[in-house]
């Protein structure tokens, strides 16, 4: 089934977050508030540093989800902090997915992590989807309030670096410390997102009309050749021609193709 669900990306996005603020050099603490339910949902992160340091030298961050499409346009950036530069600096007021309280501390929290993956991928399937999420990824939409400036600029500065790198930044980090599920569960999500972007208008459920439509279609034609076939037992006026053959036989077989198709795509 296709449609993209931005609660998995969130999910690997707490992780990064609560890891990337562990790992800080110096004294911080950080309180991420999800969106809609900021209070239920909402964390406190401790660098390493923290614990060894009185609590008025420990710096406060807090990062406020406002909108679950946050998580969406995240996915499209190449680096994390290229993504909350372009939410929190480029678009109207309106507009922004998510607040930060103290911008500043965006870089130091954000750079600790090695932007290589610390084991190679342990199989061929594996390294194609990920190829498959570099290759896809596209330069986020721009929202409807951002003014034509920053349109251009965003524009100009995400079109090279997005294509450059082998993976987001958390793209790997998902690939270097998930399981081989937890990292399938994330690329089909990512990729249905970017795809949806592509064909569908960014709208999942149109992605889920297609794959309907397709596998109706597919149905109908193998039913077609099915009675033909039924309709003829003798075989006197089946066609010897091999090509003839084999397309029928892919008709037949159409739905397990489509279904092939799409787990070489997004799974």
Do not use: Q
């Amino acid at each position: 089934m296709f449609g993209s669900d931005p609660r998995v990306i969130e999910a690997w996005f707490r992780r990064y977050l609560a890891d990337c603020v562990k790992d800080m050099v110096s004294p911080c603490e950080v309180t991420f508030a999800p969106a809609g339910r900021p209070n239920l949902g909402r964390e406190i992160f401790y660098s390493n540093l923290a614990s060894h340091e009185p609590s008025d030298k420990t710096e406060k961050l807090e990062i406020r989800i406002r909108s679950p499409e946050f998580y969406n346009r995240l996915a499209h950036y190449a680096h994390t902090i290229e993504a909350f530069t372009t939410e929190l600096l480029h678009t109207e007021e309106l507009s922004k997915t998510v607040s930060v309280s103290k911008p500043s501390l965006l870089p130091a929290l954000f750079a600790v992590h090695d932007r290589e993956l610390k084991h190679p991928l342990s199989s061929i399937l594996e390294t194609w989807h990920w190829y498959l999420v570099r290759c896809m990824r596209v330069v986020p939409p721009a929202t409807s309030n951002a003014t034509s400036d920053n349109i251009e600029e965003t524009l100009s500065s995400s079109k090279e670096d997005i294509r450059s790198l082998p993976l987001s930044d958390l793209d790997r980090y998902v690939a270097r410390v998930a399981s081989f599920t937890e990292a399938a569960d994330y690329r089909r999500a990512v990729k249905k997102l970017f795809l949806s972007d592509r064909i569908a208008f960014g709208l999942s459920l149109l992605l889920t009309l297609y794959d309907v439509v397709a596998r109706g279609a597919l149905i109908f034609w193998a039913v077609r050749v099915a009675a033909s076939v039924l309709a003829d037992p003798s075989g006197a006026g089946r066609s010897r021609d091999l090509l003839t053959v084999l397309f029928k036989v892919c008709l037949l077989n159409g739905v397990n193709f489509w279904a092939l198709g799409k787990s070489l795509l997004l799974e």
